[in-house]
């Protein structure tokens, strides 16, 4: 029953491919050897020369990402929905807007981050002058107190350096 099943499986070569295909390493998989028995294997990692290695410590900023856009996302909705059908002035409307334009982008930045070649800098310098800008320019638009808006030019000079970070 078992030898009819794999039989079929193995004559098949799509099903083939994909159940040779490892799930994860240490796994066991099936296949047949050249005489026709079925040989039992434990898949090991081997990366392709072409394939870019990207270290474990630089996938975070894909993490943080996914976090600082949710965030994004949810505040520009608040924009959207309330933060602009209230009456505060203008200025605060254009700052709010701004700092929602800048939080999406630097999020896409963080993406690109572990391909550079120091991720840990790069990316530590983007996260922080994003919550350091993007954050002091958000308090402003939602509050009016302008006691926080002299931070706000050392996170744009952070988001600058991480930008050039990236090229190192």
Partial sequence: MLGDSI???????????????PKKVGEL????????????????????VDMINIPSYARW??????ISGA??????????????????PEELKQVYETA???????TLALLGVPLCKHPRLAG???????AIFCG???????TGSKNVRQYTPYG?????IGWLAMVL
């Fill in 7 to 21: 039989s079929w499986l193995w004559n098949n070569p799509v099903t083939r491919e994909v159940y040779r295909c």
């Fill in 100 to 106: 929602n334009r800048y939080h999406f982008l630097h």
């Fill in 124 to 130: 530590s310098l983007i996260v922080t002058g994003t």
């Fill in 29 to 48: 998989i099936l296949g047949p050897s050249k005489k026709g028995e079925q040989v039992v294997t434990k898949v090991v990692e081997v990366l392709p």
């Fill in 156 to 160: 744009g000079m952070m988001l600058i």
């Fill in 71 to 88: 965030s994004a996302v949810a505040l520009g909705a608040y924009g959207a929905h309330v933060f602009y059908r209230r009456e505060y």
């Fill in 136 to 142: 002091t320019c958000y308090y402003y638009a939602l």
């Fill in 61 to 66: 900023f894909v993490r943080l990402a996914g």
